[in-house]
Antibody
Framework: EVQLVESGGGLVQPGRSLKLSCAAS????????MAWVRQAPKKGLEWVAT????????YYPDSVKGRFTISRDNAKSSLYLQMNSLKSEDTATYYC???????????WGQGVMVTVSS | DVVLTQTPPTLSATIGQSVSISCRSS???????????LHWLLQRPGQSPQLLIY???RLESGVPNRFSGSGSGTDFTLKISGVEAEDLGVYYC?????????FGSGTKLEIK
C-alpha cells in the first residue's frame, strides 16, 4: 500500500524558514517523480514543486521560485521542501504527492499545515 | 499561465442522477507529442485529493466506472452516471500540458 506521510508543519513568522518532510513507503520511491501541492484555507489547489527521480531536475511556479527548494533522499525514501522567506500567502496545507509526469498526481499524503503569521 | 474554468461552481444532485462538470481551458491542451494532459481529481470533505481520470478519459485503477471523462482541445467534461453518496466533495481538473501546472477552481458536488 502506497503511503505518504508529511511532517514539519507549524506556525512560523513572516520572513522565516521551515522545512517539510514526506516519508514514502509501499512503492519504489526512486522510480517516481514527486511533488508538493498546497491548498490555502478554503481555497483550491496550487502546484508548488516537482522533482525528477534522481533529483537532478526541479520545477517550480513563479510564486515560489527562488524561495522554495524541493529535494529528495532516495536512500531514505524521503521528500523535502525547504521554504525560505515565508509570506502570509504561503499559509496552506501542503501535500506530498507522487507525480506521474505532466500533472498526474496519483497518490497524496494527508497534508501538513503551515501557518505564516506574526 | 493556463486558466482552467470549471462550471458550475456548485452542483446539487440526488442519488442516482447523472451529472456533468465542465472544465474549459484558456489554451489548447493538446501537447506537441499528441497527448492531452488534462486530468480530474476528487477531494472528499476532510480528505486529500484522489485521482479519478487522467489523460482526458482514462479511468484510474480502482475508480468506479460511473466516472467518465471526455473532451479535446479546450473543452473537457467529467460525467458521473448515477451519483452515489460517496461522490460528494470538490472536483478539480488539472492540466500538465503547459508550464506551470494549473488546477481549475473546483466544482462542489452536494447530495440532495
Amino acid at each position: 500500500e502506497v503511503q505518504l506521510v508529511e511532517s514539519g508543519g507549524g506556525l512560523v513568522q513572516p520572513g522565516r524558514s521551515l522545512k517539510l518532510s514526506c516519508a514514502a513507503s509501499g512503492f519504489t520511491f526512486s522510480n517516481y517523480y514527486m511533488a508538493w501541492v498546497r491548498q490555502a484555507p478554503k481555497k483550491g489547489l496550487e502546484w508548488v514543486a516537482t522533482i525528477s527521480t534522481s533529483g537532478s531536475r526541479t520545477y517550480y511556479p513563479d510564486s515560489v521560485k527562488g524561495r522554495f527548494t524541493i529535494s529528495r533522499d532516495n536512500a531514505k525514501s524521503s521528500l523535502y521542501l525547504q521554504m525560505n522567506s515565508l509570506k502570509s500567502e504561503d499559509t496552506a496545507t501542503y501535500y506530498c504527492a507522487r507525480h506521474r509526469p505532466m500533472g498526474i498526481f496519483d497518490y497524496w499524503g494527508q497534508g501538513v499545515m503551515v501557518t505564516v503569521s506574526s | 499561465d493556463v486558466v482552467l474554468t470549471q462550471t458550475p461552481p456548485t452542483l446539487s444532485a440526488t442519488i442516482g442522477q447523472s451529472v456533468s462538470i465542465s472544465c474549459r481551458s484558456s489554451q489548447s491542451l493538446l501537447h506537441s507529442n499528441g497527448n492531452t494532459y488534462l486530468h480530474w481529481l476528487l477531494q472528499r470533505p476532510g480528505q486529500s485529493p484522489q485521482l479519478l481520470i487522467y489523460l482526458v478519459s482514462r479511468l484510474e485503477s480502482g475508480v468506479p466506472n460511473r466516472f467518465s471523462g471526455s473532451g479535446s482541445g479546450t473543452d473537457f467534461t467529467l460525467k458521473i452516471s448515477g451519483v452515489e453518496a460517496e461522490d460528494l466533495g470538490v472536483y478539480y481538473c488539472v492540466q500538465g500540458t503547459h508550464a506551470p501546472l494549473t488546477f481549475g477552481s473546483g466544482t462542489k458536488l452536494e447530495i440532495k
